[in-house]
Structure formats: C-alpha cells, structure tokens
C-alpha cells in the first residue's frame, strides 16, 4: 500500500528537500550507503573483500540534466576505479552505472553523451581489471540502455546489464542477452511502471523471475542473480545445478546493508556473492526505493529519527 507513494516521493523535489533536512536522516541512510567519499567506498570494498565478498560500487546519483554534473560522476568513476587499483581491490571488482547519471537524459544529444561518457569509465575500468554493469531504470529508458549496451560491447564484450524480471518484455531481452559473454543481472525492479509495461502482482512477478532465471542458466552467458529473496536464490542455485554451472560460471549479489547475514552465508558455502554498494551524497532516489521495497524499513527510519 506503501509502495506506490514512496515511490512517487522518490521523484518529488520537494519532499527530497524535507527528508534531507532532518539533519537525523543521514545516520539511517547509513545502513544502506556506505558514505559520502572515494574513500568510505573503497573502505567498505576492503571490509567486504576479507570475507571474500565481492563488490560492485555505485557512485549515486541519476536524472542529471546538467552536461557538468554528468562529467563530474564519470570523474568519480574513474576516481574510485584508481583507488581500488592502488589498494589492490580492483581485479573482479566492478561499476554499476546508471545511464541517467552520465547525460542519458540531456536534453540535446543526451544518448550520444551517456555512450561516450560511458565508454570512459569502461576504459578506467579495463585499465584495473574490473567490468561495469549498466544499472536499469524506469521502462521508458530500457531501450535506450540496451541499445547503448550494444555499442559499449563491441568494444568491451565484458559489459553487463541489469533486467528487471516485472516488464512484461524482460523474458524476450533474456533470450536475446544470454548468448556467449553476456553478463545479465536479474532483478525483480524498483520502479513504478504502468500496468501496460510490468506486472503488479508480485506473484506474477516472482513467475516471471523464474521464467528468467531458466533463460539465462539454460544460456551460454554470465547470470547475476540479484535478489533477496530466499525462494529466488534456491531456485536459482537448482537451476545452475541443473543446467551443470559451476560456482565460476554465475553469481548471488544483493544490496548492501540487506540480508548480510545471508551474504555471509552464500559466500561461506563457496558460491560467488556480490555486494551492490552505493556511496555518495545523491542518495535520496536510491534510499526512498529501500523504504518502498520493505514497509518495515519505513518503521526502522521513523524510530530512528525519533531516537534521535
Ligand atoms: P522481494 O520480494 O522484494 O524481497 C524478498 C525479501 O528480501 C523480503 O521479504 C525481505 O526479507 C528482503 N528485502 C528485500 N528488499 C529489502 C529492503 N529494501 N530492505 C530490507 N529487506 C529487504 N532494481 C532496478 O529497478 N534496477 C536496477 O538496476 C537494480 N539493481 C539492483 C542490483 C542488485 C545487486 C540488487 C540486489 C537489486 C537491484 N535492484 C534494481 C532492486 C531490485 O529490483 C528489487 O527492488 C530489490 O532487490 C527487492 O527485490 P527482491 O528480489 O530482493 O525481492
């Protein structure tokens, strides 16, 4: 019930102004971001790297309409690329990115400035030996970052993508994204979409992550097994069983901050477990999403700040 206007605040810039003035917020939002700074990013993939977890970090932020601040998160990007590099962290490391972020959305030219901005923080990260995953966001941009995908892997075959298993179109873009060296990251999605272009019940939606997750493990491509939930990642282990992949040959990632007692234990039992791992100030968009995704973290945000 929550749902639908939470996630309509996520995109209001009014109610972003009240949230972040309680000076209270930030201290919450700590359990889901790991801080402001280069450095907490890189900090927190140390911290994660000794339990033999591995990360994805996301520099926060998205709807940029300004070609500066576009310039600026790709800068971030190949900041925190470096600083994995010179602490070691940065080989199987990888970026997710979303388009949205890097001048996807400029008014003039927008899709041309999100490939070659892109294709930078590509080349910082072939120079360290991590990969980059394009981040998906709401329907209306899923053709435009397939279609940037596209051109980003003829030149780094090792680029991945997200689909999110609620879009009634996300079954085909499997079929179609499962081929050899493809590296897809299922997810369940976290946007408000219409009726016309996902499904709503969640029933339907858990249909249609199996339906996926059969797609991709039956492939010959890299499934990223972005969820969780616990009935998701045992269909996904018996699928991989099945279709005889190894523990090389697909992954578990979840958010940081969410469930790390079940991280610990995919990792404990010799799977591939990827931690997603935002850092940044941008985080208003990505924190209102967590509180939409579990009304029980709207409960542990209003203690919190009550408790303050
Ligand atoms: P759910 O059915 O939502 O949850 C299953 C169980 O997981 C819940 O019962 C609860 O125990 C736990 N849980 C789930 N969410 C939370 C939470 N916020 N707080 C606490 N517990 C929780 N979405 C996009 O639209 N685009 C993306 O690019 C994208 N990238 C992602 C990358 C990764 C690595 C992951 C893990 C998720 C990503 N998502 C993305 C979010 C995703 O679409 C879902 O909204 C989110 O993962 C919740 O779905 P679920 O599969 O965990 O299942």
């Known amino acids: 019930m929550l749902r639908a206007p939470l996630l309509a605040a996520a995109r209001s810039k009014g109610i972003r102004r009240l949230v972040e003035a309680v ?10 971001v790991a801080g402001s700074e280069t450095a ?26 300004d070609a500066a601040q576009a310039a600026a998160t790709v800068a971030a990007y190949e900041a925190v690329l470096s600083a994995l590099a010179s602490e070691g962290l940065a080989d199987g490391a990888d970026v997710s990115v979303k388009l949205s972020a890097v001048g996807q959305f400029l008014p003039s030219n927008g899709e041309d400035v999100a490939l070659e901005n892109a294709r930078k923080i590509c080349a910082a990260a ?44 996300t079954e085909q873009d ?23 272009a996902a499904f709503q019940d969640k029933a339907d939606v858990d249909k249609s992550y199996v339906r996926c997750l059969r797609v991709l ?28 992949r190894t523990d090389d040959d697909h992954e578990f990632q979840m958010l940081y901050g969410i469930r790390p007692e079940e991280q610990a234990r995919i990792a404990a039992s010799g799977s591939r477990m990827r ?13 209102m999403r967590r509180l939409a995704e579990r009304p029980a973290n709207l409960g542990f945000f209003l203690r919190g700040l009550a408790t303050r």
Do not use: N
Request: with cysteine.
């Open 23 to 32: 000076p209270a917020t930030r201290s919450v939002v700590r359990r889901f």
């Open 275 to 287: 931690v997603y791992v935002p850092y940044g100030d941008e985080w208003y968009g990505y924190f």
């Open 40 to 65: 907490d990013a890189v900090r927190v993939a140390r911290e994660l790297a000794t339990g033999g977890w591995r990360i994805t970090l996301d520099h926060l932020g998205e709807d940029t309409t």
């Open 126 to 169: 072939d120079a360290v030996g991590a990969t980059v995953t394009l981040d998906m966001e709401d329907h209306t941009t899923t053709d435009s970052t397939l279609g940037i995908l596209r051109e980003l892997r003829g030149e780094y075959p090792w680029v991945g993508a997200v689909l999110q298993a609620y879009l009634r179109r």
């Open 217 to 244: 493990m039956a492939g010959s491509g890299y499934p990223m097994v972005a969820s969780h939930d616990p009935r998701m990642i045992e269909i996904a282990a018996a699928l991989a069983d099945e279709h005889g």
């Open 174 to 196: 499997c079929r179609e994204l499962s081929g050899p060296g493809s590296r897809v990251r299922l997810c369940k999605g976290a946007y408000a979409e219409p009726e016309s």
